[in-house]
């Protein structure tokens, strides 16, 4: 249940980001919803590679990473998905920390009303 309430919180994110970040736009919601399901699916699965991997300094440069991690995979999806685009790196990465800021906090709200339930 955890993750269709984070992708649509997600997806929210991605629209309300696209809406008042100039030089990221969200033509339609469905390019909203493909742009953040697919940064969800592409941002877990190499969040558990770096992990797998175990790299002693991970734990200093994660946060790096999952920037400049975001960041990429903000620009190949815009090449991918029809009306999702970004204008240049820079906004990318506006983009990514931006994202990257409201989803923890969501997702620490999400985890934090599940073990309150349990």
Known sequence: MKFPVRLLLTTITVLVTAYILPGISSETFLAGLSAAAALALL???TKRIFLKL?????MIFFGFILFTLITMLTLLISEFIPGFSVRSIWHA??????LTGITSVINSS?????????
């Open 93 to 98: 990465l506006m983009f990514s920390i931006i």
């Open 110 to 118: 999400v985890a934090s009303e599940d073990s309150f339930h349990h």
């Open 54 to 58: 175990k790299i002693p300094m991970n």
């Open 43 to 45: 941002i877990t699965s």
